[in-house]
């Protein structure tokens, strides 16, 4: 049995992975941590709560004695690290928490993971021999976009946000360890997620509850700012590929080839609601545009030949077909509350 610690598994993308991996592989167990801030939420692992190869732990990824007494205690021999701050809005008017978490939080694991597993630097110890660090992050530490072109691996650094340049750091900071000191590291970023389990400041489940409340659906600026869109499942699949097969110090980008815009989207949720929950006017007449975000990046869109040639990964969900499964669950969330 492989113990691997799973940081941030009560948030959105985190609390999709862990049941979809303890599903598939039999032989691990999962230690999750996490602090529990506004975003997570451990209901969204009521399927996980009687399963003996999981365990939860309510913490701090910034706090080193926890930290290393996880990984003594349960001999920990993986991290995939989901922990960190994500709200584009809040690192604008908070940037302090963005810093610490995603920064400094960073830091603090992969610093333990080299000193647990490791003996100096490229020495592992040998019951940590094929131990490995893998860090997620997102394609918005790459900036923005003309009309044309795609990320890719090679893509400079150009974050635009405080919140994309304390995930651009922390990929430094993870990138240095395999330099460094040899350890078995693995990056990817991915391109926006949607599905279920999102928290409701996202702009998908916004615009699906603000329609469902009767209240304006706020839309920034034009509308016309263009993101790549990945349906989070398909995500989970690829950080499992990276994790089990990628080449050690190597950056995989995953993307959906789903590039929309605002306005795209959210005409589209609510046609899908138009069907599903008629009312007397469609639910379009709740758009309303907004002032923009401040330095809100154009366009997002992410070439991932790299992980579906060299891992076989690919996007089992188009837009259409995940924001339909998506709509349909977020229904059900709401009709229960």
Not at 18 to 32: A, E, G, H, M, S
Request: proline fraction near 3%; charged fraction near 25%.
């Amino acid at each position: 049995m492989t113990n691997i610690l799973v940081t941030g598994g009560a948030g959105f993308i985190g609390s999709n992975f862990i049941p979809y991996y303890l599903n598939k592989y039999k032989d691990c167990k999962i230690i999750n941590l996490d602090s529990l801030t506004y975003a997570a939420n451990l209901e969204n692992l009521n399927e996980c709560r009687n399963n003996t190869r999981y365990e939860f732990i309510q913490g701090d990824i910034c706090n080193r004695k926890l930290v290393e007494e996880i990984f003594l205690k349960y001999e920990i021999s993986g991290v995939i690290h989901f922990a960190a701050e994500s709200h584009v809005d809040n690192s604008i008017s908070s940037p302090e928490v963005f810093i610490k978490t995603n920064v400094n939080g960073t830091f603090t694991l992969v610093d333990v993971a080299y000193k647990t597993w490791m003996d100096a630097p490229n020495k592992y110890k040998e019951k940590y021999f094929s131990s490995r660090f893998h860090h997620i992050s997102t394609d918005e530490v790459f900036g923005s976009l003309g009309e044309k072109g795609l990320f890719t691996e090679e893509t400079s650094y150009s974050p635009n946000s405080p919140y994309s340049a304390s995930k651009a750091s922390s990929d430094m900071i993870v990138r240095s360890y395999n330099k460094t000191y040899g350890l078995n590291t693995v990056i990817t970023n991915c391109s926006n997620n949607y599905g279920p389990k999102q928290h409701d400041e996202k702009l998908i489940p916004k615009i699906i509850k603000n329609a469902l409340d009767g209240k304006k659906i706020p839309i920034y600026g034009d509308g016309r700012n263009i993101r790549d869109w990945l349906y989070v499942l398909d995500h989970c699949k690829g950080i499992d590929l990276v994790y089990n097969k990628g080449r050690i110090g190597h950056t995989y980008n995953i993307g959906g080839k789903n590039e929309r815009d605002n306005n795209y989207i959210v005409n589209m949720i609510c046609n899908i609601l138009n069907n599903l929950r008629p009312k007397e006017k469609s639910y379009s007449e709740q758009i309303e545009y907004i002032s923009d975000r401040a330095g809100h990046d154009r366009r997002y869109a992410i070439d991932a030949s790299k992980i579906e040639n060299e891992l076989g990964w690919k996007a089992n969900e188009n837009f259409e077909s995940g924001i339909l499964k998506t709509v349909e669950w977020y229904l059900k969330k709401y009709e229960e509350q």
